[in-house]
């Protein structure tokens, strides 16, 4: 009887014991557990702050370049993109855009939308794919268009004033024409196709012809 007692005595410290050893190590799972879901929670949001975003803008058309560049537009986040300061695009030889407004570049595909030729630009050529006047590059810019030069028979000032006329026809802000530098500024309050044309050229033709006849 009394090897049965302390059998059974034996047995009841070693399950003691084993509880005893068994609950710390199930605390220490617990605790290293919340560490771990803790840590991955803070990773994750780090890394979600600090992600490239993969709604960066397209710009492969020879002869054009943007500021920021398009290969520091491709570090920006998806939230750095949504607000891009002071953006201009612009094409080395026929000229440029600027936003002096924050600008939303995410996925904007350059290539499709903004087309520079000889006194000409034009933005958002497709009517369909143009967004509302505020949004996207549909706003308020400033427009350089270089070579913008006059005829050999047509003098600085008539030439400047055809330049204003043009801007006044489409709703433009005249801004200035350097003759050296060959640049014609103005501001555009949305986008549509802005420049000099040919029918302009044909149109001034016809104003001087009329002002001679009525000085003769």
């Known amino acids: 009887s009394n090897n049965n007692n302390n059998n059974s005595n034996n047995n009841n410290n070693n399950s ?35 992600e490239k975003s993969s709604l960066v803008p397209i710009l492969t058309k020879d002869g054009y370049y943007t500021r920021p560049s398009i290969k520091e537009l491709s570090s920006f986040t998806d939230d750095q993109l949504l607000n891009v300061e002071d953006f201009e695009i612009g094409h080395k030889q026929f000229g440029s855009i600027r936003f002096n407004t924050s600008t939303d570049l995410r996925s904007i595909n350059f290539d499709e939308i903004v087309h520079f030729d000889q006194n000409v630009v034009e933005v958002y050529a497709d009517e369909s794919k143009k967004p509302q006047v505020g949004h996207g590059l549909n706003k308020k810019a400033e427009i350089c268009l270089k070579n913008i030069a006059p005829k050999a028979n047509q003098s600085v000032q008539k030439f400047t004033e055809l330049l204003c006329t043009r801007n006044q026809k489409t709703g433009a802000k005249f801004l200035s024409y350097d003759e050296e530098s060959k640049e014609w500024r103005f501001i555009v309050a949305h986008f549509s196709r802005y420049g000099l044309f040919d029918d302009d050229d044909e149109e001034n033709e016809n104003q001087n012809q009329n002002q001679n006849e009525n000085e003769n």
């Open 16 to 50: 003691n014991n084993n509880n005893n050893n068994n609950t710390p190590l199930r605390n220490l799972k617990r605790v290293s557990l919340n560490q771990l879901t803790s840590t991955d929670i803070e990773e994750n949001q780090s890394s979600q702050l600090t």
